[in-house]
């Protein structure tokens, strides 16, 4: 992993690197290609992109409790996704990852796998979160291994909640426990 | 029953209307009434009617169509009075999917029916009009009297996520419950409109 941030696409931090790609704040310029980077289905034009880039993005010094980073390649800078990390109390983070539309659907897995590779250890430790969550389809194989292998198990499955056009698969959010806060979370009634 | 009610559901004891902004009056004094503690993820907190009259106001005039709230009322209630509210939320129309919550306002009205009536009422519509696939709902792990509610509705639990609220000094988890459109069919014959 990079240690250099003078190696690193700008606005990257060598904390937020893994071995290709890196995560960034965003910057009024990422508007004219929000397609790689805005987690909707729906196409933004790029005044829309800026206009919600001017509202979300405003809050400085990382208070925010919605945080957007977006996923570029360490080689190039160019952007092939985001995260967003949805912050509940402070305390609860919840992971929204996604990847370009127009990279193939293996490169899509990679680059999903890369932002949670870097950012689930990043946000237990440094952000200090009880719990770290991430909702994927369950056909999403390479992400769920992933995500397992960080430590993160299924806690939930929502049945068919994924229209794949011609069939259904079910819905998982995989979570991960700080280790810090096991101890004080009341799981008696767990049958 | 006046047909100015603008009811959108009738069952055989409550229907259910759009909100109005008067219905803040109710909404505010809830937090006032409320003697249980676990429904509300943040404790009880007075809050100003002004705050509701607000977001009532601002009803609809989301672009994006992903939230739909119901006033509860009693049927032959002269007076229209909302006794609760019930919800379809995060309503994602590509996948067939939303979240339901309903809450009477007045502890003194629970436990009858009425808040089942009137999510039975919501389900119909989330199932058979808007052809939704999957609802879910969560509650928190304190709150046995919803949890049992919603699996007497036909609701499944999903599974249980950890640390979602915060009591007396610990943290406990959340409980989510899902129901199909299949298991709702199941178990109810459509409702005409």
Redesign the interface.
């Known amino acids: 992993m990079p240690t250099s941030a003078n190696r690193l696409p700008s606005g990257v931090a060598p904390y937020l690197a893994g071995p290709t790609l890196g995560l960034r704040a965003t910057r009024a310029e990422d508007a004219a290609h929000a397609v790689h980077w805005l987690d909707t289905?729906l196409p933004v034009t790029p005044a829309a992109a800026a206009a919600l880039l001017d509202t979300s993005e405003t809050v400085g010094w990382g208070l925010s409790a919605d945080l957007r980073l977006l996923a570029v390649r360490l080689e190039t800078g160019e952007i092939v996704g985001s995260l967003r990390l949805e912050r509940q109390?402070d305390?609860?983070g919840r992971l929204v990852t996604f990847a370009s539309p127009v990279l193939a659907p293996t490169e899509r897995d990679r680059v999903e796998t890369g932002i949670i590779r870097i950012v689930v250890p990043w946000a237990l430790d440094e952000l200090d979160l009880?719990?770290v969550?991430l909702t994927i389809a369950a056909d999403r194989d390479a992400v769920i291994a992933a995500a397992r292998a960080l430590g993160m198990h299924?806690?939930?499955?929502?049945?068919?909640?994924?229209?794949r056009g011609n069939h259904?698969v079910d819905?998982l959010?995989l979570?991960r426990?700080n280790p810090r806060?096991a101890p004080?979370?009341?799981?008696s009634?767990?049958s | 029953m006046s047909i100015n009610r603008n009811i959108r559901f009738s069952g055989p004891r409550v229907y259910l209307r759009p909100l109005v902004e008067d219905d803040a009056t109710q909404i505010a004094r809830s937090a006032i009434v409320e003697t249980e503690t676990q429904f509300n993820e943040r404790g009880r907190v007075p809050t100003s009617e002004l705050a509701y009259r607000e977001w009532i106001r601002n009803i609809g005039s989301r672009p994006d169509n992903t939230e739909v709230t119901f006033a509860i009322c009693r049927a032959g209630d002269d007076a229209d009075t909302c006794i609760g509210m019930t919800t379809l939320r995060h309503i994602d129309h590509?996948?067939?999917?939303a979240e339901t919550g309903t809450g009477l306002f007045r502890p003194a009205g629970r436990g009858q029916g009425f808040g089942t009536e009137a999510k039975n009422l919501l389900l119909s519509y989330a199932f058979e009009t808007l052809h939704l696939?999957?609802v879910?709902a969560e509650v928190f792990?304190?709150n046995t009297r919803s949890a049992a509610a919603l699996r007497k509705q036909g609701y499944r639990l999903?599974?249980?996520?950890?640390?979602?609220n915060?009591r007396a000094g610990?943290?406990?988890?959340g409980l989510?419950f899902?129901i199909?459109r299949e298991d709702w069919l199941a178990l109810h014959s459509p409702v005409s409109d």
Do not use: C, K, W
């Not at chain 1, 299924?154 to 229209?163: L, Q």
């Not at chain 1, 004080?184 to 799981?187: A, C, L, P, Y």
């Not at chain 2, 610990?170 to 988890?173: E, P, T, V």
């Open positions: 289905p109390e305390r609860l009880m719990t969550e299924e806690s939930v499955r929502i049945r068919g909640a994924v229209n259904r819905r959010m979570e426990i806060y004080v979370i009341d799981r009634d767990e | 590509m996948n067939g999917t696939h999957v879910t792990s304190a999903a599974g249980r996520r950890a640390a979602q915060h610990r943290f406990l988890d989510l899902d199909t």
